[in-house]
């Protein structure tokens, strides 16, 4: 094979055909995974959904989606779970937060951060049930879902990570209002975008 003399015009078609090999390539790995990437992201899902309202994994769940104003709401009969997002110190921090019918909290779940290790990643169990800012079996009406620095709230930060620990919260009583204070203590709101029951 002959070789191809070394001219700016030879590197550029080398360089584009390189180009449209890999991309090529990686568009058809990502179309033969997307399937299962969202079987796999909906799985955990479900599994959070029943994690953070206290269900048994093997426990029958039936759950009702929908959109409303930002949040994605997963109403079920044990109670609702939402999710809520609010920017960090890294950038956007997406909690899911179960509530039982009176607004109180029976566990979270970060489903997304990009607060750093360490620190701020700390969220996903800071707020945990026998931890020093624990949030579980709190109700929003009654608790101020602020940090205790300069009289905020009444939850302790996460050491070093004021600014994660006030998403956190924020997220958190946003959640609340959208479901509770917004439409009174059975969580029952005025969805317009239904997008399906499961179980």
Not at 111 to 125: F, H, I, M, V
């Amino acid at each position: 094979m002959k070789k191809l003399k070394s001219s700016l015009t030879n590197m550029l078609l080398v360089l584009t055909v390189i180009s449209v090999v890999a991309g090529g390539t990686l568009a058809a790995v990502n179309k033969a995974t997307q399937e299962h990437i969202e079987k796999i992201k909906a799985e955990t899902l479900a599994r959070s959904i029943k994690k953070v309202l206290n269900v048994k994994e093997e426990e029958a769940l039936t759950v009702e989606d929908y959109e409303d104003g930002g949040f994605v709401i997963h109403r079920t009969d044990r109670g609702v779970a939402i999710e809520s997002t609010k920017n960090g110190f890294g950038g956007a921090l997406k909690v899911l937060v179960g509530f039982d019918t009176e607004g109180t909290i029976l566990g979270y779940s970060i489903l997304e951060t990009s607060e750093t290790p360490g620190l701020g990643a700390k969220a996903g169990e800071w707020f945990q049930e026998g931890q020093k800012g624990c949030i579980v079996g709190r109700n929003p009406k009654d608790t101020r879902m602020g940090v205790t620095k300069g009289g905020e709230g009444d939850i302790d930060a996460i050491t070093a990570s004021t600014i994660t620990s006030r998403a956190f919260l924020g997220a958190v009583q946003a959640a609340y209002d959208k479901v509770f204070a917004e439409s009174g203590t059975d969580g029952t709101t005025s969805a317009t975008s239904q997008k399906g029951g499961r179980q």
